[in-house]
T-cell receptor, first 115, second 113 residues
Framework: EAGVVQSPRYKIIEKKQPVAFWCNPI?????LYWYLQNLGQGPELLIR????????DSQLPKDRFSAERLKGVDSTLKIQPAELGDSAVYLC?????????????FGPGTRLTVL | AQSVTQLGSHVSVSEGALVLLRCNYS??????LFWYVQYPNQGLQLLLK??????LVKGINGFEAEFKKSETSFHLTKPSAHMSDAAEYFC???????????FGTGTRLQVFP
């Protein structure tokens, strides 16, 4: 069974530029998550989808961040414009169902560096 | 609201020694508790989880954790460390159902030969 796929693995951009991350969850997983992981910290939830509906986006900075999950499968997270403080690892995860009980399977992440 | 505290950002052990990584939680409802491991440049992998069944939970790679409600703890142990155990370990808590997962700040385990 293929795991969660993310691309790109690494991205270096200059501040004020846009950037997008892509995630393909495990087949059949209805719930998809985007997390932000700063250096030396645990992941923090940015947004959670159940199928194509964003059910928890309270921690997503909506002035510059956006996300979509068309057709309830793949998802894209976008930052526009990027700031220096956005340098971090962006993790995508998926689970079969319930966010709090079902195991979340993580992708390898995208390491973003903003210069 | 839930929260997790991991005591010790770095733990060093010799190969073959006992591994003990500490995690204390706070939860207003019966918690679901998880331990994840993260190897360099990789995503997180589930080691084990507690979902209100047996209080002693066995996971992969010889790890286990014991849920102690009286101490609000969920410490991770392994009897004998291996070099391949060197990684970052995260404890996480949720309130179950649709509640989100809250991660601790992680503990980096180093294993010396």
């Amino acid at each position: 069974e293929a795991g969660v796929v993310q691309s790109p693995r690494y991205k270096i951009i200059e501040k004020k530029q846009p950037v997008a991350f892509w995630c393909n969850p495990i087949s059949g997983h209805n719930t998809l998550y985007w997390y932000l992981q700063n250096l030396g910290q645990g992941p923090e939830l940015l947004i959670r989808y159940e199928n194509e509906e964003a059910v928890d986006d309270s921690q997503l900075p909506k002035d510059r961040f956006s996300a979509e999950r068309l057709k309830g499968v793949d998802s894209t997270l976008k930052i526009q414009p990027a700031e220096l403080g956005d340098s971090a690892v962006y993790l995508c995860a998926s689970s079969l169902g319930r966010a709090g009980t079902d195991t979340q399977y993580f992708g390898p992440g995208t390491r973003l560096t903003v210069l | 609201a839930q929260s997790v505290t991991q005591l010790g950002s770095h733990v060093s052990v010799s190969e073959g020694a006992l591994v003990l990584l500490r995690c204390n939680y706070s939860s207003s409802v019966p918690p679901y508790l998880f331990w994840y491991v993260q190897y360099p440049n990789q995503g997180l992998q589930l080691l084990l989880k507690y979902t209100s069944a047996a209080t002693l939970v066995k996971g992969i790679n010889g790890f286990e954790a014991e849920f102690k409600k009286s101490e609000t703890s969920f410490h991770l142990t392994k009897p004998s460390a291996h070099m391949s155990d060197a990684a970052e370990y995260f404890c996480a808590v949720s309130g179950g159902n649709t509640d989100k997962l809250i991660f601790g700040t992680g503990t980096r385990l180093q294993v010396f030969p």
